[in-house]
Structures are given as C-alpha cells and as structure tokens.
C-alpha cells in the first residue's frame, strides 16, 4: 500500500485526512531544512512496512531537493 508524505510545515490533504496515521518524521538529509511526516494507511501499521516506507523515503528526499513537494504518494512496493 502507498504511504502518504506530508511536509510538516503544511497540512494533510483533506481528501487524505481520515485515510492516514502519521507514524514518524523523516528530514532530507540534503538541505535539513525540510521534514516530511510518514504517514501510513489506517491499515498498513506494521513496523516492517513502515520502515520500509522510511527508508525509501529518506532515500528519496535528497532526489527532490531543493524542489520539496507539500505531499506525495510513496510507491505501493518500495525497495
């Protein structure tokens, strides 16, 4: 399941709103100047898929840098 990336600085969206559960915080390691809150399925809490989600994120994040989007949609499979 995707995974939804909010810019903590920003407000989830409201058609996400009820869907997801913000489980950690993750920073771009590139500029520190931006943290994304992981925010997982009400379904999809488990700690393996939620540190997957994580490390694909924090991977991510320097690839985006310095153009940050407010939110996004992680892949439905991360490597």
């Known amino acids: ?3 939804l990336a909010v810019r903590s600085d920003r407000f989830v969206p409201l058609e996400h709103r009820d869907k997801y559960v913000h489980k950690l915080d993750v920073e771009c390691h590139k500029c520190r100047k931006v943290t994304y ?4 399925p009400l379904l999809e ?3 393996e898929q939620v540190y997957a989600q994580r490390r694909w994120l924090a991977t991510h994040l ?3 840098c310095p153009e940050h989007p407010d939110w996004f ?7």
């Not at 949609?73 to 490597?79: A, I, S, V």
């Open 73 to 79: 949609l992680t892949p439905d499979r991360p490597e």
């Open 1 to 3: 399941m995707q995974f």
């Open 45 to 47: 809490t488990e700690a």
């Open 37 to 40: 809150q992981l925010r997982a």
């Open 62 to 64: 320097p690839t985006t």
